[in-house]
């Protein structure tokens, strides 16, 4: 199984639905965090948690949200999505102390 | 802030040639991490190699090495006999030392995207 599980692996909807992206692991790290990959622009910081009471906005956080339900849990969600959302979202995990981030498999998600 | 430039958005190499991936970035910092993934067509991420820049010593991972040129803030990646599994885009990251407050975000550059021709 993989350490990172990031469900669903693709997701296609509407504007203006409500979207829910999961994610969980099971290296446990305290340390996690959502990212979006656009062609040309690398990934981009969406939101990062230190601990299930530590959430912090990145560098592109308009438009989302997250949960850390559980040291093992981090969920992003898009309240109303809008095309421009349309990315591909990663969950990553890490330990602290400037080790490297371990990534899950990704969500492709497509808004119409 | 951090930013991360990876200048070659595309490279093809001959299989079992080496090729080596630019990457230099801005800092104000003299502690930090530097890091780069793979992102192979089945688009996970990999971590390759990471170097840290309080060592002088250049990070190798069996065909992979950088050379760390911390005064010129630049950390190239070289990928000696490559293969075909090589294939991939290529991400730079940059992580600034962590502290009490976090800090442990990752700063990508925009990639470069290696073909291995056969």
């Known amino acids: 199984d993989a350490d990172v599980t990031q469900t669903p692996r693709n997701r296609i909807t509407k504007t203006g639905k409500r979207i829910m992206l999961e994610c969980s692991q099971t290296k446990g790290h305290d340390r996690m965090y959502w990212y979006r990959q656009d062609p040309g622009l690398g990934l981009r910081l969406i939101y990062y948690?230190?601990?299930?009471?530590?959430?912090n906005k990145g560098e592109i956080s308009d438009g989302y949200s997250v949960s850390r339900q559980a040291q093992a849990k981090f969920s992003l969600s898009l309240e109303s999505a809008i095309p421009n959302q349309t990315a591909l979202y990663f969950c990553?995990?890490?330990?602290?102390?400037?080790?490297?981030?371990?990534f899950g498999d990704g969500t492709r998600l497509s808004i119409l | 802030a951090q930013t991360v430039t990876q200048s070659q958005p595309e490279m093809s190499v001959q299989e079992a040639e080496t090729v080596t991936l630019s990457c230099t970035y801005d800092t104000s910092e003299s502690n930090y991490y530097l890091f780069w993934y793979k992102q192979p067509p089945s688009r996970q991420m990999i971590l390759v190699i990471r170097?840290?820049?309080?060592?002088?010593q250049n990070a190798t991972e069996n065909r992979f090495s950088v050379n760390f040129q911390k005064a010129a803030k630049s950390f190239s990646l070289k990928i000696s006999d490559s293969q075909l599994g090589d294939t991939a885009m290529y991400f730079c990251a940059f992580m600034k030392e962590p502290s009490n407050f976090g800090n442990e975000k990752l700063t990508f550059g925009t990639g470069t995207r290696l073909t291995i021709i056969p």
């Open positions: 948690s230190f601990d299930v009471k530590d959430i």
């Open positions: 990553a995990t890490s330990k602290r102390g400037g080790q490297p981030q371990h």
């Open positions: 170097q840290e820049a309080y060592k002088q």
